[in-house]
């Protein structure tokens, strides 16, 4: 979370130091440059011709997910039995299915249509360094975040704790110095928050705001909840903060009297960053919680440090899956779920075998976006088109020269304030060796220039060629000295990265009725909680299989 740290000086006007400690799922930098249509920025991308970097497409598989909207598809073959299926790969289900397994419920399947697990927490990696495909780190855990600190405890992100019983985190994943700059007027600056060209009363209101933040990350309503917590549902009840839900983050600064263009870019930039989507149709409850939210304690860190690793949560995903073994099923695509007193049926297409499937199981848990479980189970269709989700472009950039600049050191994030894109992180920041002489960067690009709908369908009608040069001619305006030291680009497209908070959503009764089970499956997904991070997916994972084992009568102490 961005802490007031100190003040520096430049030329010669005092400014205010500021860094930001949530980076969460991947975020890309608003500018007046951002808010222009992708088709103008890449009309001159028209003529196809063949990609001049190597590279590759990767995301979801979208032609084996659309399967879903046959209407026919072949009768079942064959018949499994388990006690349990967990439908989906990503943090929610990994963590849906390590806590049954941890209860000793260890006839499950575990089901992703991709050939990987992990959702958009995925990582890669090439013979230069691991790099992420999505979300990349975790900040420093709040005290409600009680199941994430067991598992972080669990696979060593947590080592110890001190005398207070603060947790001591694993120092070598801890996000290394420095960790952010902000590139504007040519120069580098330490930190997101604009303090080049910024004036008197640009500082006056970031300290105005930034006050209140902290302020508000300590308050308690009089249920005696924090005002903003996570898990989100754990925030307290209070009516008049629940109204702000009501409202846009924009709004919320106007009736405060925040009209620093400064400081309102780097609001909005933070509502991309954490939700995909400008601070124009983010819900300004959304809006303050990115700020008032994080207040994670530590024996060894500050609450806006982070962990992060070269692949970024693909670190946790590959050690969440590690256990369950041989119960992990990928491309096994599940096209229709039926449920009854007694037992779930599921029909699943396994794209390895091009065979119909048919497991019947005991009970499910439903890991999957609403807008995917609307069509596996039609009873959850209701609501379905109150979940709103922005897509997302990342690219891992291959170079073979370090990038430079004027001013603040190379970071772990480096964002330009007027780029076209919106910034890119260093995968091997959190290497120990020499400097390295290559590395892989990390660029983001949430769609939000246009409505999500629009925007997924230029994402996806652009090919390899396109979204390279894209990214290429950014980073190259960034960085000059880069111009023929490109080695290769990959790009991945994720058509629906993340929920967005829209107002009227976070406290809405869609949401709320969502999230109950039906009968003999429950759900679990990020989308139950109105934004996507790490914390809020794993949590629903855990929620939702301490109900099933409620269910199956299996004894347990819950981990909530």
Not at 168 to 180: A, C, S, W
């Amino acid at each position: 979370m961005v802490e007031v740290l100190d003040l520096l000086t430049l030329g010669g006007t005092a400014t205010m130091k500021l860094t930001r400690g949530q980076f969460i799922n991947g975020g890309l930098i608003a500018s007046a440059a951002g808010a222009l249509s992708l088709g103008a920025l890449g009309a001159r991308w028209q003529a196809r011709r063949p990609p001049v970097y190597p590279g590759r497409m990767v995301g979801a598989s979208r032609d084996l997910g659309h399967l879903l909207r046959q209407a026919e598809l072949p009768h079942a073959s064959n018949e499994l039995y388990t006690r349990v299926v967990v439908v989906g790969g990503g943090v929610a289900g990994l963590g849906a299915a390590r806590r049954l397994f941890k209860a000793g419920v260890n006839d499950i399947l575990l089901l992703d249509l991709e050939e990987g697990l992990g959702g958009n927490s995925r990582g890669g990696a090439n013979e230069v360094s691991a790099y992420p495909l999505g979300a990349h780190y975790v900040p420093i855990l709040t005290q409600e975040a009680r199941a994430v600190r067991r598992l972080f405890e669990e696979l060593g992100v947590i080592v110890g704790a001190d005398a207070r019983g603060q947790p001591i985190y694993d120092e070598y994943m801890l996000g290394f110095e420095p960790k952010e700059r902000l590139l504007r007027f040519g120069r580098w600056q330490e930190g997101m928050v604009p303090a080049i060209g910024a004036t008197p009363e640009d500082e006056a209101q970031y300290r105005r705001f930034f006050a209140l933040m902290n302020e508000l990350k300590e308050r308690r309503g009089s249920d005696g909840r924090r005002l903003f917590a996570i898990p989100i549902d754990e925030s307290s009840v209070d009516p008049v903060w629940r109204e702000l839900d009501l409202m846009t983050m924009a709004s919320w600064m106007d009736s405060q009297g925040f009209t620093s263009q400064l400081l309102r870019w780097y609001v909005n930039y933070a509502c991309r960053d954490d939700y995909g989507t400008t601070y124009n149709e983010t819900s300004a409850w959304a809006g303050v919680h990115y700020f008032a939210s994080r207040n994670g304690r530590s024996a060894n860190a500050e609450s806006d440090d982070v962990v992060t690793w070269p692949q970024g949560n693909g670190w946790l995903v590959e050690r969440m899956a590690a256990p369950l073994g041989s119960c992990i099923r990928t491309r096994w695509l599940t096209t229709q779920v039926v449920t009854s007193d007694t037992e779930v049926n599921l029909y699943v297409w396994d794209a390895n075998e091009r065979v119909m499937r048919l497991i019947r199981a005991e009970a499910a848990v439903l890991a999957t976006p609403r807008f995917v479980t609307s069509r596996l189970l039609p009873e959850t269709a209701k609501d379905a088109g109150a979940f709103s989700y922005a897509p997302w472009v990342v690219a891992n950039i291959t170079v073979d020269r370090m990038p430079e600049g004027n001013g603040a050191a190379l970071s772990w994030d480096n964002v330009a304030f007027d780029g076209r894109t919106l910034g890119y992180v260093v995968a091997t920041n959190q290497q120990l060796d020499a400097k390295p002489l290559s590395t892989v960067l990390t660029a983001y690009w949430p769609l939000s220039h246009a409505t999500p709908a629009d925007a997924r369908q230029e994402a996806l009608g652009r090919n390899l060629d396109e979204w390279q040069h894209l990214f290429a001619d950014d980073l190259i305006s960034i960085h000059p000295e880069l111009s023929g030291h490109i080695r290769s680009i990959d790009v991945c497209i994720w058509g629906h990265a993340m929920i967005r908070p829209v107002p009227g959503f976070i406290w809405g009764d869609a949401r709320k009725r969502a999230q109950q089970p039906l009968g003999r499956v429950a759900f679990a997904h990020s989308d139950l909680s109105g934004i996507s991070i790490f914390e809020e997916a794993y949590t629903r994972g855990v929620h939702a299989a301490e109900h099933i084992l409620t269910l199956l009568e299996v004894d347990h102490e819950s981990e909530l």
